[in-house]
C-alpha cells in the first residue's frame, strides 16, 4: 500500500508545514524550486502561501514532500514497518520524548492509520503548537526586557569604567609627577648633603642653623607629598566601591524585573475582576469629554476569534471605553457568511493572532482593504491586549 500524499489530506497542510518544517527550510525550498519571495515577507505569510501550495499535486507540493520524507527518513522506515493498530503506541513513545516532528510527519503519510488516531495526533500537535506558542511569545517579551536593560546597565557600566580609567590614568600620572619630584627632591637633598659636608668646615653658628630650617623644610614637603599619595590610593578604592555597587545594583533590577512580570500578571486579574464591578458608559452618555475613547464613542468594533470564555469580559470592556464590541469567533461556530454581514455594521476590526484561524485573518484583511476599514491584528486574545488596540483605534479614528 502506498503511503499518502501531502496534498491528499483535506485540511492537515497547515500543521504539516507548521510543526515539521522552520522558516529557513521553507526559504530553501522555495530557491531551489525558483519560487519568488518578495523582501520583507513575515514567517507568517511565508508559511500560509505554502500552506496554500501543499493542497495542490504541482512542483512545490512534491518539493516539500520529498524534503520531509529525507529529513525524516529514518522515523519514516519505522512506522512504515510498524501495523495501523500500532501506530499510537509508537506515536506515544516519540511524543513522550519531545520528538514531535518526524513522528507526526510519519503518521500523516502512514498509508494504514486510522481516522480516529489521525484525529487524536492532530489534536495533541494542535494543542502543543498552543502552548509552545504562548511560552515563546512571553519569553521573547521578557528577553526583549532583559536586553533593553542589559544594554542599560552595560551602557552604564562602561561609563563607569570609562570614569574609572580616566581616575586610574590621572591617578598614575600623578603618581609618576610625585615620583618624579621625589626623585628630585632625594637629588637635591644629596645635593644639599654634599654642601652641607663641603660647608661644615666653613660655616658656624648662623650658616648651620639655616642649612637645619631648609633640611626641614624638605622633610616637610616629602611628608606632603606621601599624604597626597596616600590620598590618590583613596580615590582609587573609592572607585572600586562604585564599581561593586554597581553589580549590586545590576542583581537588584534583575529581581525586579521577575517582580514586574508577577505583577502583569495580577495587573490582568485586577482589570477582569474591575470590568465586571464598574459602570459602563457603551457611548450613550451625554458626557464625551468624560470617555476614556471619545473617538470610538459609540462606534461599532468587531473582535474576530479570541477565547470564548472571555467575550462577556471583551463586551464589557468596549462597553467601559465608550464602543460597542461585535463577535464572531473566526469560523469554530459561526459562518464566514455572518462573518461579512458583521464586518458590514462594523467601524474597525480587531483580530488577536494567536487565537484565530489562517483563514479567517486572511478573510479579514481582503475584506477590510476591499471596505477601507482600520483592521488591528492583536498580538494576543488577553484583555490588556484588547484595551491597547483600543485604544490604538481611538487614536487613529477621525
Known amino acids: 500500500m502506498n503511503r499518502k500524499n501531502l496534498w491528499e489530506h483535506p485540511d492537515f497542510q497547515c500543521p504539516i508545514v507548521g510543526t515539521c518544517l522552520t522558516t529557513a527550510e521553507l526559504h530553501r525550498i522555495a530557491a531551489r524550486i525558483g519560487l519568488e519571495i518578495m523582501a520583507g515577507t513575515t514567517d507568517f505569510e511565508m508559511h500560509s502561501l505554502f500552506v496554500g501550495l501543499c493542497k495542490r499535486p504541482e512542483r512545490p507540493a512534491r518539493a516539500v514532500q520529498k524534503h520531509l520524507d529525507r529529513k525524516h527518513r529514518r522515523v519514516l522506515r519505522r512506522f512504515l514497518h510498524t501495523p495501523g493498530e500500532r501506530i499510537w503506541e509508537l506515536w506515544r513513545e516519540y511524543a513522550d520524548r519531545g520528538d514531535i516532528a518526524g513522528p507526526f510527519w510519519a503518521v ?161 486579574a485586577s482589570l477582569t475582576m474591575a470590568l465586571e464591578g464598574s459602570p459602563a458608559c457603551g457611548g450613550a452618555c451625554g458626557h464625551p469629554e468624560s470617555c476614556p475613547c471619545p473617538r470610538l464613542r459609540g462606534k461599532r468594533v468587531l473582535y474576530v476569534g479570541g477565547r470564548s470564555g472571555l467575550r462577556c469580559h471583551y463586551r464589557l470592556l468596549a462597553e467601559r471605553l465608550g464602543c460597542e464590541l461585535l463577535h464572531h469567533d473566526g469560523g469554530l461556530e459561526q459562518s464566514p457568511h455572518r462573518l461579512q454581514q458583521q464586518l458590514a455594521g462594523a467601524d474597525a476590526v480587531i483580530c488577536p493572532v494567536d487565537c484565530v484561524s489562517h483563514e479567517a485573518c486572511a478573510v479579514v484583511k481582503k475584506l477590510c482593504k476591499h471596505c477601507l476599514k482600520p483592521v488591528l491584528f492583536a498580538r494576543s486574545s488577553g484583555l490588556s491586549s484588547l484595551a491597547a488596540s483600543l485604544t490604538e483605534l481611538d487614536r487613529v479614528s477621525q
Open 108 to 268: 500523516m503519510s502512514h498509508p494504514d492509520v486510522s481516522g480516529d488516531c489521525l484525529r487524536r495526533v492532530y489534536g495533541e500537535v494542535h494543542m502543543l503548537s498552543h502552548i509552545q506558542g504562548a511560552a515563546n511569545r512571553a519569553e521573547l517579551k521578557r528577553l526583549n526586557e532583559l536586553e533593553a536593560r542589559n544594554v542599560e546597565l552595560n551602557e552604564t557600566l562602561a561609563e563607569r569604567k570609562g570614569v574609572l580609567r580616566k581616575a586610574v590614568a590621572v591617578w598614575k600620572e600623578r603618581n609618576a609627577a610625585l615620583e618624579r619630584g621625589l626623585a628630585l627632591e632625594r637629588a637635591r637633598r644629596e645635593s644639599v648633603e654634599r654642601d652641607r659636608l663641603s660647608l661644615r668646615e666653613l660655616l658656624e653658628g648662623r650658616a648651620l642653623e639655616l642649612l637645619t630650617r631648609e633640611r626641614e623644610d624638605l622633610r616637610r614637603q616629602a611628608e606632603s607629598l606621601a599624604l597626597r599619595l596616600e590620598a590618590a590610593e583613596g580615590r582609587i578604592a573609592a572607585q572600586a566601591a562604585l564599581l561593586e555597587r554597581g553589580g549590586r545594583e545590576l542583581s537588584k533590577a534583575r529581581e525586579n524585573l521577575s517582580s514586574r512580570e508577577r505583577e502583569v500578571a495580577a495587573l490582568e
